[in-house]
Nanobody, 123 residues
């Protein structure tokens, strides 16, 4: 079990920034690949970014490269998503997720999930 708790969501104007945090627990947090997904109303959950256990390898959805940055601090059992130049179409519930093993981009490949945090970008 890897309990995950997201925080940092909120309401921001277009062009602004937010940093999401996902706190895990347990002594094996640094064994897990972590990822962020998002789900807008009426849409499927989509991949945002993923980071390997050490933080040395990251991957992003093509449409988000250059604006979003995923990072982790294993000493704090926390993964982050820095979101810059936010757009109204970034409005969604953002989820963090964990899995063992190599990179994966489908939500179905991740076993552990947080409850989500709402991000709303106003125009």
């Amino acid at each position: 079990q890897v309990p995950l708790v997201e925080s940092g969501g909120g309401l921001v104007q277009a062009g602004g920034s937010l940093r999401l945090s996902c706190a895990g627990s347990g002594r094996t947090f640094d064994s897990y690949r972590m990822a962020w997904f998002r789900q807008a109303p009426g849409k499927e959950r989509e991949f945002v970014a993923t980071i390997n256990w050490s933080g040395g390898s990251t991957e992003y959805a093509d449409s988000l490269k250059g604006r979003f940055t995923i990072s982790r601090n294993n000493a704090k059992n926390t993964v982050y998503l820095q979101m810059n130049t936010l757009k109204p179409e970034d409005t969604a519930v953002y989820y963090c997720a964990a899995r063992l093993g190599s990179g994966a981009y489908s939500w179905e490949d991740y076993l552990y999930w947080g409850q989500g945090t709402q991000v709303t970008v106003s125009s």
